[in-house]
């Protein structure tokens, strides 16, 4: 016993180093609710939902590539801006509806391919620094997009001016595009109250754990017991709580519906990259992600698997975006996609992952603190400072922070890591 | 025997001139004839560029020493922008004006930069093989975190205020402190209607002898050397990590003297998120004049600024004439900018793990 204990002291303290960045968010979020009083929890709520219903998928566009050894991949904008592309073709000729919009996934999924094809080609040149390309090749990209919205469309496409999406002069796109019935067309086929939503996933997690504990006889679940309990016991007060607000109609009830749709194609695709990582393709990637080497001496394409992972990312970016878009209502031409890239990495940092390690669960979890912050930040700044603007800049400091942390760390380890494994007397210990 | 030399010579030149800054230069070429055939007053685009040249130029020399110490072009050239935007507000905060602001300006943010470059190079040799990604969040996180500074500091001066609140104003124009074009001015004059600021232009090729210099030094080619081949060097017992420091506390000095070059021409100094994307243009331009992620010299920054900045002042007016109500020439910076920088990233070697 006196023999085990440093060692579940050091677990608890790598546990905890392991996790600074989320335990910071999640301090910061509550010392926002400390100081700021005049943010309801239904409010609170209501913003955190719909921002992580339109951002979840985006983040999780991310997942593929980082498993597959390409890191933070950046170029998700150019995803973004297929997307984009899908929705001007769709909105120049009026198609309304939700017809509408899955004409927009049908023609922004080949124009993504195509994109991510170019750009995986491009990481395939600029092997091991992946991540700086795939942020230039966002800002190129941008360049060539404002070619074609300002300049192609109007000079080279005749259009008539008096289209309500071009430019007065006819040439050119207008910085935004009304979404017409595009507007929530994935958001309307259903919605159900939040609460009956939490019921129901509260009811559905909790069967999942007693299944996988007592029918399936799981063996993480018997091992790791604090594990199951914790959750289960989160499960189970959720669902007390839900009932409670369901039955006594308190203001929890009024927090903003739930898009079932949105919902289901969120969890498809986070069931859709588990799947994905169990076939051989999904092998390839996490051997290529480990080492191109081994990768190819095992007779893998290493150049082809990455540049598949970076179009499955790039394609999925692209509809991400036209969920995004569809429940913003209008389209920013010339800003939506600038800071998706940004985000959508600083989200998925803040849920634990690194440049090498990313899962749906992270992704999900940063999405939801990462925009708890986004949230409470103005209100802190407000509360503290009397100034909102300084809570955005703040904000602007920990996107920025958290990447820039997360990255350094990543590469200060890796690189102290190699530096030990060089040296002959340690490698002998390690070997011996 | 001359022959042989010759041909060297020509390869070499070549070699350094490179395939991008050829297509470069015939593209300015067309613009430039272009802009003629239009009739555009040429003496004011040759005004324009020579300013832009000069006010630029400390900026993009700032990525020498770091691209020849091996931590590639200074991406976080806005660490050192900072230093020297830091060291203007101080300057007008304490009353200086005219001369009396740029020297105060110029010795404490070569004291500023001079720790935070050395931080900041300690920091790069922490993370070797990804300094150019890190060295951007670098730069992005101190710009936004002297944003906050910029807000909170209790400065009084009422030149640099909001009129209401505190904090310091997005652009602070510097003729309210007799500073703005103070350098352009000096020993300014008119040549065929083509102004030339010649303070500005002295300043910056004093600077670029400088460094010119350094490099023929001992610490200057133990730099070089360290940056060329890692292994070979520390063989020969050069001290690789410290002069990686010393490069870039050079470069963040460079950074910090050029932004205050750049506002005393421009007129005005910019807080907040302006600086925030201001390495990639530099990046850019040293890359266009022929240099590497690995290799670059001073040739490589004056040809390099002249052609990038004489290229999107002459553009301007060409796009604007010929498509009248498009924002074409800032497309194609964008689109130009970013290819060179890409096509850099390419041409860099390794990390097939």
């Avoid at chain 1, 540049?307 to 970016?317: F, G, K, P, Q």
């Avoid at chain 2, 023929?216 to 990686?244: L, M, V, Y």
């Amino acid at each position: 016993m006196t023999k085990k204990n440093p060692l579940l002291k050091s677990q608890y303290k790598n546990l905890l180093t392991d996790n600074m960045v989320p335990i910071i968010f999640i301090l910061f979020t509550l010392i926002g609710f400390l100081v700021a009083k005049g943010v309801p929890f239904s409010f609170f709520l209501s913003d955190l939902s719909s921002r992580f219903y339109r951002n979840a998928f985006l983040v999780l566009s991310l997942v593929i590539p980082v498993i597959a050894g390409l890191g933070l991949n950046f170029g998700i904008v150019v995803g973004a801006m297929s997307g984009q592309i899908a929705i001007a073709i769709v909105r120049y000729f009026f198609i309304e509806g939700i017809g509408g919009m899955a004409l927009c996934f049908a023609i922004a999924t080949p124009i993504a391919t195509f994109f991510g094809y170019l750009t995986g080609k491009l990481f395939n040149k600029t092997r091991g620094q992946e991540m700086i390309a795939s942020l230039i090749v966002g800002f190129f990209a941008n360049g060539i997009y404002q070619f074609l919205f300002l300049f192609v469309v109007g000079v080279i496409i005749k259009v008539p001016a008096d289209h309500p999406m071009i430019k007065t002069d006819g040439v050119g796109i207008r910085m935004s595009v009304d979404m017409g019935t595009l507007k929530y067309s994935l958001e309307n086929i259903l919605e159900i109250p939040f609460m009956w939503a939490m019921l129901i996933i509260a009811v559905i997690s909790a069967g999942f754990l007693l299944y996988k504990r007592y029918v399936k006889k799981d063996a993480s679940t018997i091992e790791n017991k604090l594990g199951f309990y914790a959750k289960l016991t989160g499960s189970l007060a959720l669902l007390v709580i839900s009932i409670i607000s369901i039955a006594t109609n308190n203001s929890l009830m009024t927090v903003k519906k739930v898009p079932v749709v949105t919902v289901l194609l969120i969890a498809l695709l986070g069931l859709f990259n588990n799947l994905l990582l169990k076939t051989k393709l999904g092998q390839d990637f996490r051997s290529v992600g480990q080492s191109q080497h081994i990768a190819r001496s095992n007779g893998i394409d290493v150049d082809r698997t990455r540049i598949i992972a970076v179009i499955i990312s790039t394609v999925l970016a692209a509809w991400g975006q036209l969920i995004y878009i569809q429940n913003m209502g209008t389209l920013n031409t010339y800003g939506a996609h600038n800071v998706i890239g940004m985000f959508s990495v600083a989200s998925l940092l803040v849920g634990g992952a690194s440049v090498s390690k990313a899962t749906v669960g992270q992704a999900i979890v940063g999405t939801l603190l990462f925009n708890s912050m986004f949230i409470m930040s103005p209100e802190i700044g407000k509360a503290v400072f009397g100034q909102a603007i300084l809570g955005e800049y703040f904000r602007t400091f920990m996107v920025y922070g958290v990447i820039g942390l997360a990255l350094g760390m990543y590469v200060w380890n890796a690189n102290r890591k190699s530096r030990i494994t060089l040296d002959p007397d340690e490698a002998e210990k390690l070997v011996g | 025997m001359a022959e042989l030399t010759n041909g060297k010579i020509r390869n070499s030149i070549l070699k350094s001139i490179g395939l991008p800054t050829i297509i470069i230069a015939v593209f300015y070429a067309v613009v430039l004839v272009s802009a003629f055939m239009l009739g555009l007053p040429m003496t004011e685009l040759i005004s324009d560029t020579l300013r832009r040249f000069g006010m630029n130029g400390l900026l993009v020399l700032a990525m020498v020493p770091s691209i020849k110490s091996g931590t590639g072009p200074n991406f976080a050239l806005p660490v050192g922008i900072s230093c020297g935007l830091l060291a203007i507000v101080c300057g007008i905060e304490f009353g200086f004006e005219g001369f009396g602001l740029i020297l105060f300006a110029s010795v404490f943010a070569t004291i500023v930069a001079t720790i935070v470059g050395y931080l900041y190079g300690k920091l790069l040799n922490a993370v070797k093989g990804a300094e150019m990604t890190i060295a951007t969040y670098t730069g992005f996180s101190i710009v936004s975190l002297m944003s906050l500074v910029w807000l909170m500091v209790p400065f009084q001066s009422k030149k640099m205020g909001w009129l209401i609140g505190s904090g310091l104003r997005e652009t602070i124009q510097l003729d309210s402190v007799g500073a703005d074009g103070i350098i352009n001015e000096f020993l300014a004059f008119n040549i065929f209607g083509v102004k030339v600021p010649t303070g500005l232009l002295l300043v910056f090729f004093a600077f670029c002898i400088l460094i010119w210099l350094f490099f023929r030094t001992k610490t200057g080619i133990a730099i070089f050397a360290g940056g060329q081949n890692p292994k070979f060097a520390e063989a020969s017992g050069i001290d690789i990590d410290k002069n990686r420091v010393i490069a870039n506390i050079i470069s963040t000095i460079l950074g910090a003297l050029g932004i205050i070059l750049y506002s005393q021409s421009y007129g005005y100094t910019q807080l907040y998120a302006a600086p925030l994307n201001m390495a990639f243009p530099a990046v850019a331009a040293i890359l266009i004049g022929g240099a590497t992620a690995s290799k670059a010299n001073v040739i490589n920054v004056l040809i390099g600024v002249f052609l990038f900045q004489g290229l999107f002042t002459t553009s301007l007016p060409v796009a604007n004439q010929l498509f009248a109500g498009t924002d074409l020439s800032e497309t194609l910076r964008m689109v130009i900018q970013n290819g060179i920088i890409l096509y850099a990233l390419t041409q860099v070697k390794g990390g097939d793990r």
